[in-house]
């Protein structure tokens, strides 16, 4: 296992969670046409990523340094998701949105200890740097092979 550390994943299409991507530089990485910032602990498990998407791996790794920059002064705020169901912090800097949850949390006290992990870790977590070490959106592949459809009458 490793120590917490900052990786950018990229992907084509739409990113994650009807992000926005901001305007920038030109990606210049093939089959990529938006980038994050991700904040990872020890085990794998995503504490935390950037509240947008970049269009290139320059300007995501630029919005981190800024983002560490200035985390001492950020402000989280948690609230329920669309639905109500579940909860989601935002950290945002000088009314800004900077850094969210990846997730929704069923419990309050969940998104809290989520939020503190990633306040811990971002502040000194090490970055990952370069397209050699870029994390790309995996794509849905459907299971090989036909299957039967399942049984309508009483199973033996």
């Not at 200890?113 to 459907?142: N, T």
Request: aromatic share 8%; with cysteine; proline share 8%.
């Amino acid at each position: 296992m490793s120590d917490p550390r900052v990786v950018f994943m990229g992907g084509h299409g739409e990113p994650p969670g009807q992000m926005a991507i901001r305007a920038g530089s030109e990606a210049d990485i093939p089959g990529v046409n938006w980038l994050l910032w991700r904040v990872l602990s020890a085990n794998n498990r995503e504490l935390g990523r950037s509240f947008t998407a970049f269009s290139s791996l320059r300007d995501a790794e630029e919005d981190f340094a800024l983002f560490r920059a200035s985390v001492a002064n950020a402000a989280p705020f948690i609230e329920h998701t669309v639905g109500g169901v579940e909860w989601k912090w935002t950290l945002r800097i000088e009314d800004i949105p900077r850094a969210r949850s990846s997730r929704g949390y069923e419990r309050l006290r969940e998104c809290h200890y989520s939020l503190s992990q990633f306040l811990d870790a971002a502040p000194s977590a090490p970055v990952i740097q370069g397209e050699e070490h870029l994390v790309r959106q995996r794509k849905e592949h459907p299971a090989p092979g036909d299957f039967e459809p399942l049984p309508t009458g009483d199973l033996p």
